[in-house]
């Protein structure tokens, strides 16, 4: 198993899986569960991970997820930094991770 990536919301983690299961790639979903126990556990602390079987899936299933990100590039969408690839909230112009600033 591999960790590819952590969803930024769980709606997001399962229309990734929908599009990973459709190439053909084999991947599972963890903390979905977690996060129903509201004001239990910080929903950041608990997923949802994305996980493939075979990390040699890795490079078309990034491929498959930040393709996916960018056609839904509105304003108020969750972002993928060029420079380092995290993750970032949609009120953030600017990458807290390396400074990049957020793409067109
Ligand atoms: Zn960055």
Not at 42 to 57: A, F, K, M, N, S
Not at 66 to 86: I, P
Request: glycine content about 10%; charged content about 20%; overall charge negative.
């Amino acid at each position: 198993m591999f960790r590819l990536a952590r969803a930024p919301d769980l709606m997001l983690a399962q229309h990734w899986i929908n599009l990973l299961q459709q190439a053909g790639i084999a991947c599972h979903l963890t903390g979905q569960h977690l996060q129903g126990v509201a004001g239990e556990i910080p929903v950041d602390q608990c997923g949802p991970d994305l996980w493939l079987e075979h990390e040699r899936d890795r490079d078309l299933a990034m491929r498959l997820i930040e393709g996916d990100a960018g056609d839904q590039s509105g304003s108020r969408s969750h972002w993928c930094c060029d420079s380092c690839g995290e993750w970032l909230e949609p009120q953030f112009t600017v990458c807290w991770r390396c400074g990049a600033e957020r793409p067109a």
